[in-house]
């Protein structure tokens, strides 16, 4: 019977962390390009050298452009969480539970802008951007639906609310009103807030104006 050499269990854990740590330095390199350049701009070769590896040590670990980008996804979904659903849902006054959301949605594009402004502009000319983006655009019609919730808007005014709401809790809408224009964020969600009251507001609609005038 042979016995195992007392180094061995060692080197193999030395190998295991050092490889680990290979793989998590190529997935923040992938993050910090896709931050900056863009997914569409962001070549694996880029990738290998941000990461002072060789491009083979970069396929060891992901062995096509879908594996990096779904490890690079995760990381940083897991960095930068959006805002919970279930919090809103917990508030029962619908404008005061859009205030909320509007708030914590405005703090999150803060801090994510460099990212997303990528991931927007990439979508239309990256398939494997616009099949991993899909999961972001179905948060946000969740948050629409969460968002229209307890709102007393009538079956021909429901559409005209729920695109309030979408436009309100956009992307695209906070950096037109904050980065574009200069409005402060507690400013911009005032105006959004005030935009989603008319929209659902029965008096908004031109037969409603029509009778009352």
Same mark, same amino acid.
């Given at each position: +019977?042979?016995?195992?050499?007392p180094?061995r269990?060692?080197? +193999?854990?030395?190998r295991?962390?050092?490889?680990?740590?290979?793989?998590?330095?190529?997935?923040?390199?992938?993050v910090? $390009?896709?931050?900056?350049?863009?997914?569409?701009?962001?070549?694996l070769?880029?990738?290998?050298?941000?990461?002072?590896?060789?491009?083979s040590?970069?396929?060891?670990?992901?062995?096509?452009?879908?594996? $990096?980008?779904?490890?690079?996804?995760a990381? @940083?979904?897991?960095?930068?969480?959006?805002?919970?659903?279930?919090? @809103?849902?917990?508030i029962?006054?619908?404008?005061?539970?859009?205030? =909320?959301?509007?708030?914590?949605?405005?703090?999150?594009?803060?801090?994510?802008?460099? +990212?997303?402004?990528?991931?927007?502009?990439?979508?239309?000319?990256?398939?494997?951007?616009?099949?991993?983006?899909?999961?972001?655009?179905?948060?946000?019609?969740?948050?629409?639906?969460?968002?229209?919730?307890?709102?007393?808007? $009538?079956?021909?005014?429901?559409?005209?609310?729920?695109?309030?709401?979408?436009?309100?809790?956009?992307?695209s809408?906070?950096? =037109? $009103?904050?980065?574009?224009?200069?409005?402060?964020?507690?400013?911009?969600?005032?105006?959004?807030?005030?935009?989603?009251?008319?929209?659902? =507001?029965?008096?908004?609609?031109?037969?409603?104006?029509?009778?009352?005038?």
């Amino acid at each position: +019977m042979t016995r195992e050499h007392p180094t061995r269990p060692y080197r +193999m854990q030395r190998r295991a962390e050092h490889q680990a740590n290979t793989r998590q330095r190529i997935t923040e390199s992938a993050v910090e $390009l896709h931050g900056t350049l863009g997914p569409a701009r962001t070549s694996l070769s880029a990738v290998a050298a941000h990461a002072g590896v060789r491009r083979s040590t970069l396929y060891r670990h992901f062995p096509d452009e879908s594996a $990096l980008f779904d490890a690079c996804t995760a990381h @940083w979904t897991a960095t930068n969480p959006p805002p919970d659903l279930a919090a @809103w849902a917990k508030i029962s006054d619908p404008h005061e539970r859009l205030r =909320s959301a509007l708030r914590d949605l405005h703090a999150y594009y803060g801090r994510t802008e460099r +990212m997303l402004d990528n991931l927007f502009r990439d979508e239309s000319i990256v398939p494997l951007v616009a099949e991993r983006f899909a999961a972001f655009r179905g948060y946000l019609a969740a948050a629409q639906g969460a968002l229209l919730a307890g709102r007393d808007v $009538l079956g021909p005014d429901i559409p005209r609310a729920r695109g309030a709401v979408g436009h309100a809790i956009a992307f695209s809408t906070w950096k =037109s $009103l904050v980065r574009e224009h200069g409005v402060s964020d507690g400013d911009a969600v005032i105006l959004l807030c005030a935009l989603v009251e008319a929209a659902s =507001s029965q008096t908004a609609r031109p037969n409603a104006r029509r009778k009352r005038d």
